[in-house]
């Protein structure tokens, strides 16, 4: 019982551990990923619905 408790919380500290270093590293937003000729994406500036 003890190894299956052990096993769950490090696999809870590996996921936000990846998670941390995903959103804080590789992530871009789209206007910056896509740079392309073939798709356009500009900086969206504010909500385009108006909420």
């Given at each position: 019982m003890k190894a299956f408790l052990f096993a769950v919380v490090f696999a809870g500290l590996v996921a936000v551990a990846a998670a941390m270093v995903l959103d804080n590293t590789f992530q871009q937003p789209s206007y910056a990923?896509?740079?392309?000729?073939?798709?356009?994406?500009?900086?969206?500036?504010?909500?385009?619905?108006?909420?």
């Open positions: 990923a896509y740079t392309t000729e073939g798709a356009r994406v500009d900086n969206p500036g504010q909500n385009l619905i108006g909420y």
